[in-house]
């Protein structure tokens, strides 16, 4: 009896050490970029080239399934029939050397590329069932600073507010889309506490 019962146990802490090990192997992936992440810290960083905290473009889907760029045709699976899809006019802001379309959705907006569907901005105020989920977080209308100040401390300080008499009430957080400085990046707008908006935002 005492040896079937010493064999359960040996058999237990084996599966239990195994499930703990693998968890903890994740664990480290899942907070990349943020303040979490165990090897934060760990070496200096050159902040004219990379980073201190971001979050990475190809981690973040859209209600957990769809990338922020896919197909168009998984684009409409996913979300139906956009409100309105309208060309680029000429002299507007070319982000795309090719030619590309506006395709406006409830509040929020993406790019059409040839067959491509990349992701703009969502207005979390006009699309409350939307969320962006990524390893680290789950951005929605819920979402507030608190919930950034813990993985994005740093951005979190250089919190910022802009002279238009149209939001004065809104507050931007700057966030990287990758470990290297690119010029693109997040910009997540909050009303009061909560996050309202979030935008990829990418300079003519």
């Not at 019962?5 to 899942?30: D, G, R």
């Not at 090897?39 to 050159?46: Q, V």
Request: net charge negative; aromatic share 14%; proline share 7%.
């Amino acid at each position: 009896m005492k040896s079937r019962t010493y064999l359960v146990l040996f058999y237990l802490s084996i599966l239990l050490t195994t499930f703990y090990a693998c968890s903890q192997s994740n664990e480290p992936q899942k907070y990349i970029g943020t303040a979490l992440d165990p090897h934060a810290g760990a070496s200096p960083i050159d902040t004219t080239k990379f980073n201190a905290e971001y979050l990475h473009y190809s981690t973040v889907k859209i209600n957990g399934v769809l990338p922020l760029e896919s197909k168009y045709e998984q684009f409409l699976e996913e979300f139906g029939k956009p409100d309105s899809v309208v060309n680029n006019p000429e002299y507007d802001c070319q982000v795309y050397p090719e030619p590309y379309q506006y395709v406006y959705l409830k509040g929020s907006m993406f790019y059409l590329v040839n067959d491509s569907a990349r992701f703009q901005c969502i207005d979390f105020r006009k699309q409350p069932d939307l969320e962006l989920k990524t390893p680290a977080i789950t951005l929605n209308g819920e979402t507030t600073l608190e919930d950034m100040q813990k993985l994005f401390p740093k951005s979190v300080r250089k919190i910022r507010s802009i002279e238009d008499p149209s939001s004065p009430h809104l507050r931007f957080v700057d966030l990287g889309a990758s470990a290297p400085i690119t010029d693109e990046w997040w910009i997540l707008s909050f009303d009061g506490n909560k996050l309202v908006m979030v935008e990829l935002y990418s300079p003519c």
